[in-house]
């Protein structure tokens, strides 16, 4: 079955503990990205990357990392987690223009 | 920059009947992708319908159908034989494929949280 898989699904950390939601498609799609869910702001990108080792900023990238290594994982890393990054975090895989969400990871940032 | 506007933060509909769901967006591209996303309280983003801009055909899957209008840059979701799996936030989206690298950067409306009674 084609699908886009994220872990984990629901996170309670605590400000400055480093973190991974990890990201994996098994659909062989070059393209990928984070997005973050808030109340009222709709979905905003975090990061995309379009191929392996090609990674860039979206709109809101402040305070995250992200790595592609392999064409089937984009992990998104928090060094240092702030209560502002309290969201819902989809990631996505692209094919001819249509993306392809995760289940979504809600986390939240004591 | 796109913009993706949704005039109407709620609505609701009885089950059976016929619902719109309004979008308007802001480009100068004329090349463009369009979607409508429903997002369920599972929070499962799911696509439900996309729409090229070079078509002139509206997109059509099923119950759900959209009226595609290009030089009004409106975009409006009509949900035919409303059913109470229907229930969900609803997220209009614009995607310009032929920007570099943002290519794949979805520009997502705020949403419209449609409830559909029995």
């Given at each position: 079955?084609?699908?886009?898989?994220?872990?984990?699904?629901?996170?309670?950390?605590?400000t400055?503990?480093?973190?991974?939601?990890?990201?994996?498609?098994?659909?062989?799609?070059?393209?990928?990205?984070?997005?973050r869910?808030d109340?009222?702001?709709?979905?905003?990108?975090?990061?995309?990357?379009?191929?392996?080792?090609?990674?860039?900023?979206?709109?809101v990238?402040e305070g995250?990392?992200?790595?592609?290594?392999?064409?089937?994982?984009?992990?998104?890393?928090?060094?240092?987690p702030s209560p502002n990054q309290t969201s819902?975090?989809?990631?996505?895989?692209?094919?001819?223009?249509?993306?392809?969400?995760?289940?979504?990871?809600?986390?939240?940032v004591? | 920059?796109?913009?993706?506007?949704?005039?109407?933060?709620?609505?609701?509909?009885?089950?059976?009947?016929?619902?719109?769901?309004?979008?308007?967006?802001?480009?100068?591209?004329?090349?463009?992708?369009?979607?409508?996303?429903?997002?369920?309280?599972?929070?499962?983003?799911?696509?439900?319908?996309?729409?090229?801009?070079?078509?002139?055909?509206?997109?059509?899957?099923?119950?759900?159908?959209?009226?595609?209008?290009?030089?009004?840059?409106?975009?409006?979701?009509?949900?035919?034989?409303?059913?109470?799996?229907?229930?969900?936030?609803?997220?209009?989206?614009?995607?310009?494929?032929?920007?570099?690298?943002?290519?794949?950067?979805?520009?997502?409306?705020?949403?419209?949280?449609?409830?559909?009674?029995?």
């Amino acid at each position: 079955e084609a699908q886009v898989t994220q872990n984990p699904r629901y996170l309670i950390t605590v400000t400055g503990k480093k973190l991974t939601v990890t990201c994996s498609q098994n659909m062989n799609h070059e393209y990928m990205s984070w997005y973050r869910q808030d109340p009222g702001l709709g979905l905003r990108q975090i990061y995309y990357s379009m191929n392996v080792e090609v990674t860039d900023k979206g709109d809101v990238p402040e305070g995250y990392k992200v790595s592609r290594k392999e064409k089937r994982n984009f992990p998104l890393i928090l060094e240092s987690p702030s209560p502002n990054q309290t969201s819902l975090y989809f990631c996505a895989s692209t094919h001819y223009g249509t993306q392809y969400f995760g289940p979504g990871t809600r986390l939240t940032v004591l | 920059a796109q913009t993706v506007t949704q005039s109407q933060p709620e609505m609701s509909v009885q089950e059976a009947e016929t619902v719109t769901l309004s979008c308007t967006y802001d480009t100068s591209e004329s090349n463009y992708y369009l979607f409508w996303y429903k997002q369920p309280p599972s929070r499962q983003m799911i696509l439900v319908i996309r729409q090229e801009a070079y078509k002139q055909q509206n997109a059509t899957e099923n119950r759900f159908s959209v009226n595609f209008q290009k030089a009004a840059k409106s975009f409006s979701l009509k949900i035919s034989d409303s059913q109470l799996g229907d229930t969900a936030m609803y997220f209009c989206a614009f995607m310009n494929p032929n920007y570099g690298g943002s290519q794949g950067n979805l520009i997502f409306g705020k949403g419209t949280k449609l409830s559909v009674k029995p």
